[in-house]
């Protein structure tokens, strides 16, 4: 199978649990509730004073729900028009192909593992292209190095397409290597200034057939365990447009 193949089974993938304009985030999932609850906790403790600031502010990939973090005059871009409708300031759009200016924005917010369906290097430019320098980055991605990998093909790869369950649900994505994100992130003059990882536990439970919602049950052994984030299922970082 191709590239392009791979490419397109991520983008359908991507299609059948979005584009219909659902909610992302569902309460009674506790593996996701986690997942939002970390990253809203990263961004209230590290970002939400550079937020204030910020003058133009990019929600990419946004989908249909709004963080209580997040700024209303936020341009909320997402690829699935369903996804924007009810926003104010809604665009649809590529998040490979940003419908912007350069140095349009002093803050970009890439979450909810966005990123995971598009290709890295593509995104990444793109977002620091459209950053002025000194602006930021919050990016939130799902990692090869996740226990739920050990011993799998995929585990280590610098990018690698998975089938994996989300909310319940058969999901296909792509999953990357801590340090290709890095290098990535420094090729675009993005330099890395806060990094968490979180589902850590939790993933071993996942490698050993728990299953997600069982899973989840160990995320409250993060503080705990981050000798072992490199295990880490997700990893989110605060990152700096240089000059």
């Given at each position: 199978m191709?590239?392009?193949?791979?490419?397109?089974?991520?983008?359908?993938?991507?299609?059948?649990?979005?584009g219909?304009?659902q909610?992302?985030?569902?309460?009674?999932?506790?593996?996701?509730s986690?997942?939002?609850?970390?990253?809203?906790?990263?961004?209230?403790?590290?970002?939400?004073?550079?937020?204030?600031?910020?003058?133009?502010?990019?929600?990419?990939?946004?989908g249909?729900?709004?963080?209580?973090?997040?700024?209303?005059?936020?341009?909320?871009?997402?690829?699935?028009?369903?996804?924007?409708?009810?926003?104010?300031?809604?665009?649809?759009?590529?998040?490979?192909?940003?419908?912007?200016?350069?140095?349009?924005?002093?803050?970009?917010?890439?979450?909810?593992?966005?990123?995971?369906?598009?290709?890295?290097?593509?995104?990444?430019?793109?977002?620091?292209?459209?950053?002025?320098?000194?602006?930021?980055?919050?990016l939130?991605?799902?990692?090869?190095?996740?226990?739920?990998?050990?011993?799998?093909?995929?585990?280590?790869?610098?990018?690698?397409?998975?089938e994996?369950?989300?909310?319940?649900?058969?999901d296909?994505?792509?999953?990357?290597?801590?340090?290709?994100?890095?290098?990535?992130?420094?090729?675009?003059?993005?330099?890395?200034?806060?990094?968490?990882?979180?589902?850590?536990?939790?993933?071993?439970?996942?490698?050993?057939?728990?299953?997600?919602?069982?899973?989840?049950?160990?995320?409250?052994?993060?503080?705990?365990?981050?000798?072992?984030?490199?295990?880490?299922?997700?990893?989110?970082?605060?990152?700096?447009?240089?000059a």
């Amino acid at each position: 199978m191709s590239r392009l193949d791979d490419e397109l089974i991520v983008r359908d993938a991507a299609r059948r649990l979005y584009g219909d304009g659902q909610p992302i985030w569902d309460p009674k999932d506790r593996w996701n509730s986690y997942k939002r609850a970390s990253i809203s906790a990263f961004c209230s403790r590290h970002a939400s004073h550079l937020l204030s600031e910020a003058e133009a502010i990019l929600d990419a990939g946004c989908g249909s729900e709004a963080y209580p973090w997040m700024p209303e005059r936020s341009i909320c871009l997402d690829r699935h028009f369903l996804q924007t409708r009810a926003k104010s300031n809604g665009v649809v759009g590529d998040l490979c192909s940003l419908p912007f200016e350069k140095g349009s924005f002093d803050f970009v917010v890439c979450v909810a593992s966005v990123l995971n369906y598009v290709s890295a290097i593509e995104a990444i430019s793109e977002v620091s292209r459209v950053l002025r320098p000194g602006g930021h980055l919050i990016l939130h991605y799902e990692t090869s190095t996740s226990f739920e990998h050990v011993l799998k093909s995929t585990w280590g790869m610098p990018v690698a397409r998975t089938e994996t369950i989300n909310g319940g649900r058969p999901d296909t994505l792509w999953v990357y290597r801590p340090s290709y994100i890095t290098t990535i992130l420094r090729g675009a003059r993005l330099q890395g200034r806060k990094v968490q990882r979180f589902h850590i536990a939790s993933a071993l439970g996942l490698r050993i057939g728990l299953g997600q919602q069982t899973s989840a049950k160990f995320a409250v052994l993060d503080p705990f365990v981050q000798r072992l984030g490199m295990f880490a299922d997700d990893v989110i970082i605060l990152a700096e447009k240089l000059a």
